[in-house]
């Protein structure tokens, strides 16, 4: 699957981080000890793309530290409460980092711009957290095409990597040519639509009442023209 991003053998790592790093984090609860548990078969860290084997540059400004960047693998047991599980891992590994959830020949990407936490140095801020919906191993060069990406530094390729998600998972609602900001500001209209409809939707199953039920049948039909 990876050999698509054709990411030189030197960036390669290809170890496996034991789940019991992830379990006796302090930090975390028991419901977030037993997701992990439960949820996580395997963790890989598959490649580290740095200055002397990716020629990315360091970046370091007041919020954050880029150095390098992370390709991680986390094999699922099953598909369920990835977002959960991939802010678990984000927050365990403080380092801008590509996360592919696999479930049998399904990947998932998960990306997200991290800076320090202004209260505690040792803790990272996840930005916003992105993923895409489960694929096949098979489209990941088509999402991220690393060759075309810049690579004046750790940030600016990244941020290369956080815009290309960005722009997939705006393709069902919008063919035009986005930036990755337009992509994401794009994506949150969406997302806020589909929750006012689902609100909507069950107030209409709810109501007994026939005005009323022409009434938010009307609400629906103006938010789905939006």
């Known amino acids: 699957m990876y050999e698509q ?20 984090n302090s930090d975390l609860s028991v419901a977030d000890r037993k997701v992990l548990s439960d949820m996580i078969g395997k963790v890989i860290w598959k490649y580290s793309l740095k200055v002397d084997n990716y020629y990315l540059k360091p970046y370091v400004d007041e919020q954050r530290e880029y150095r390098e960047i992370e390709i991680l693998e986390v094999q699922l047991n099953k598909q369920s409460k990835e977002k959960h599980i991939a802010e678990l891992i984000m927050h365990a590994i403080p380092y801008p980092m590509i996360l592919v959830l696999r479930f049998e020949t399904e990947i998932q990407l998960w990306v997200s711009h991290q800076r320090n936490s202004q209260n505690d140095k040792d803790k990272n801020v996840l930005e916003d957290l992105l993923g895409t919906k489960w694929l096949q191993a098979a489209d990941l060069a088509d999402i991220l095409p690393f060759e075309q990406f810049k690579r004046a530094n750790c940030y600016v390729f990244y941020s290369e990597v956080v815009d290309a998600i ?6 069902d609602y919008s063919q035009q040519n986005l930036s ?3 992509a994401r500001l794009l994506l949150k209209k969406e997302m806020e639509k589909e929750v006012k409809l689902t609100k909507l939707r069950a107030q209409l199953k709810k109501e007994t009442q026939f005005n009323k ?7 629906i039909r103006k938010v789905e023209k939006e």
């Open 213 to 219: 039920r022409v009434e938010i049948s009307m609400q």
């Open 180 to 182: 990755g900001e337009e």
């Open 5 to 24: 991003l054709k990411i030189p053998k030197t960036c390669s790592v290809d170890k496996t981080i034991f789940k019991k790093m992830f379990l006796e």
């Open 166 to 171: 960005s722009r997939f998972n705006v393709k």
